[in-house]
């Protein structure tokens, strides 16, 4: 069964009882804003500091990222390396993405999961034809936590050079 199809049965669900002919239904149950303001979430900003490539889904990510690069001396990442920095930046939560999540707790795990598959794909796409000279994997945190699934971002190749000054 294909994602499409898998994500078509959580829909299912949790539309039932509401007039849905099938997957293509975004055309009635959303508006074009939203799919503006989804597009980032799907096709993310990418941003390049210190060598590293970051996703950005908000703006003002990447100036985050900088500030506690810059601030570092001070702050709980004094100690950390250069690779568990960036990862730490580049590992998202897939129940934190959003503020407001509707009802249907007996579908909530699958729709997760769902969600952080496609994030897996657009995201390993985006980064592909971004990055063309390097090598990226997106993958599903393991072990899944009790707060579910995590979308973990981790340049595969060429490794990671801390920049100059960071000594974690």
């Known amino acids: 069964m294909t994602l499409n199809q898998r994500i078509d049965g959580v829909l299912d669900l949790v539309s039932a009882g509401a007039d849905r002919s099938g997957s293509a239904d975004f055309e009635a149950s959303s508006n074009i804003y939203a799919a503006l303001a989804l597009g980032r979430l799907f096709w993310p900003d990418l941003e390049t500091v210190g060598g590293a490539v970051f996703v ?11 500030n506690r690069i810059s601030a570092r001396e001070c702050s709980a990442v004094r100690n950390m390396d250069w690779g568990a920095f960036v990862e730490s930046f580049n590992r998202f939560e897939v129940r934190h993405l959003f503020r407001a999540w509707p009802g249907f707790p007996e579908v909530l795990s699958q729709a997760e ?56």
């Open 56 to 66: 950005i889904l908000h703006d003002g990510d990447a100036r985050q990222v900088e």
């Open 113 to 168: 999961f769902l969600l952080a598959e496609t994030l897996v794909e657009t995201w390993s796409a985006k980064l592909a034809a971004s990055f063309v000279d390097r090598e990226f994997s997106v993958s599903i945190e393991e072990p899944v936590s009790e707060e579910g699934p995590c979308v973990l971002v981790s340049q595969i190749s060429p490794a990671l050079v801390a920049p100059a000054g960071w000594a974690g």
